[in-house]
């Protein structure tokens, strides 16, 4: 879910890291919150997949323990915005 200051942190780091989801994100959340019941669906049955969630799988074929991947690197739009807003 994405209430509060959180939807507005998110929807920011989202447009600096990939632009091209925000406005797929911007569809999920434009009622509220919480994403619509068939996305919270589809995201419950990624997770009760055999073997974990996709990432943690990746991880273990690739020899980590470690469920993360790097994060891509800031937009250009990003690296013209030095100015680090308040969290609240």
Request: glycine share 6%; aromatic share 10%; hydrophobic share 35%.
């Amino acid at each position: 879910h994405l209430r509060g200051e959180v939807r507005q942190v998110f929807m920011e780091w989202l447009r600096s890291y990939r632009p091209d989801l925000v406005e797929h994100y911007e569809e999920l959340y434009r009622r509220g919150a919480y994403a619509p019941d068939a996305e919270r669906a589809r995201l419950a049955a990624l997770i009760r997949q055999p073997g974990g969630p996709p990432l943690a799988r990746f991880n273990r074929q690739m020899g980590s323990a470690e469920p993360s991947l790097p994060l891509p690197a800031p937009s250009r739009e990003a690296e013209r915005k030095p100015v680090q807003e308040p969290l609240f």
